[in-house]
């Protein structure tokens, strides 16, 4: 069977075109031997003559002819095909997709991140994704997106478990929770407190007990948005003896103003402003906590490598300034990754 040689048909088309192994070897940039060997080891492959040579000129014999325009055409593939390959190269290198969904626009990790990675490099452009998480994550499992700014919690799960469920038509879900498989860094922890009625008992208490929250309403965040997070905390309320309240909208900003309106208590994850007439307060026994962090997808491309590289050393700078200002020591937590309830 016969194997295509790029680099023996690119010695027979020259020599076809210029009528002459010399000239073919000078466009080549090769010696006149060396065309002339591929020549004879393109016949010997090919089992018949592609050219008659004589002392004055080279001809091309009839299967040549036949041959040269499908040659020509393969050949002009080939070089779309490089070109094709050295742009996805050069993309690859100076551009990626990074997904950060809309209610984070307005978060200061994420602004000051890509404000400093934009002036240190400028040749290094991204596209952002404004989806909802819940389709962050399973693009960035499956090579579709490079990297993704995300407010959550790592959990344990095996990579096909985290498809499967990721992938689940018809619904949102995982909102906030995401594999522990994908590689990251945090920038900030916040704990989830419990938004109060400004004029309640509650609002009086530095940390709200755990006694106190019987037979309280509670606005509860929606099961899509992880259940590995989400039913850890609503089996906390109800032990507790309060009545979690599930409702249609059951996002961070819908049960805030479910709370707001009818003067209600809800589950406070304390990454948007507080609404007038409630505070959030730490609750006993409560720890639970969202993390922001920069997730790098599993087939991430090499300039969302660069992103990911910076953002560990910017993280990394804002640490050690932290623990240089307030004196801490090297293991202490510190305000960039730990924020208390507000």
């Not at 090919?46 to 299967?63: I, K």
């Not at 938004?195 to 019987?214: E, H, K, N, Q, W």
């Not at 730490?282 to 969202?290: C, K, R």
């Not at 953002?311 to 510190?334: E, I």
Request: charged fraction near 20%; proline fraction near 4%.
């Amino acid at each position: 069977m016969f194997h295509l040689d790029l680099k023996l048909l690119r010695g027979f088309n020259a020599v076809a075109c210029e009528s002459s192994v010399t000239r073919a070897a000078e466009r080549l940039n090769l010696t006149q031997p060396t065309v002339s060997g591929q020549i004879k080891e393109l016949e010997q492959a090919l089992g018949f003559v592609l050219f008659h040579r004589t002392s004055r000129r080279v001809t091309l014999s009839e299967q040549g002819e036949r041959l040269l325009p499908l040659v020509q055409s393969l050949l002009a593939r080939a070089e779309d095909v490089r070109h094709e390959a050295e742009a996805m190269q050069h993309a690859s290198k100076t551009r990626f997709r990074l997904g950060a969904s809309m209610y984070s626009m307005d978060f200061a990790d994420r602004i000051e991140l890509l404000d400093a990675f934009v002036a240190a490099m400028p040749n290094i452009h991204y596209a952002i994704d404004n989806r909802l998480q819940s389709a962050h994550v399973p693009d960035l499992l499956n090579d579709r997106l490079d990297a993704a700014l995300l407010l959550g919690l790592a959990v344990p799960s095996s990579l096909a478990e985290v498809r499967d469920r990721y992938l689940a038509p018809g619904h949102i879900v995982n909102e906030i929770q995401y594999p522990d498989t994908l590689e990251r860094v945090v920038f900030r922890r916040r704990q989830i407190g419990l938004l109060v009625p400004a004029d309640s008992d509650l609002a009086l208490m530095d940390i709200v007990s755990r006694d106190s929250l019987r037979g309280r309403r509670v606005a509860m965040l929606g099961i899509e948005h992880g259940e590995q997070i989400v039913n850890p905390m609503a089996n906390f309320l109800l032990e507790s003896g309060a009545m979690p309240i599930s409702l249609a909208e059951s996002n961070a900003l819908a049960i805030e103003r479910y709370a707001q309106r009818h003067n209600v208590c809800a589950v406070g994850i304390g990454w948007f402003p507080t609404p007038s007439g409630l505070v959030c307060k730490p609750v006993e026994g409560f720890d639970f906590h969202l993390d922001y962090s920069l997730a790098l997808g599993s087939s991430a491309n090499h300039a969302a490598q660069r992103f990911f590289a910076f953002a560990k050393d910017w993280q990394a700078a804002r640490l050690s300034f932290d623990s240089a200002v307030l004196g801490l020591a090297d293991n202490a937590v510190t305000p960039a990754v730990h924020d208390a309830v507000r």
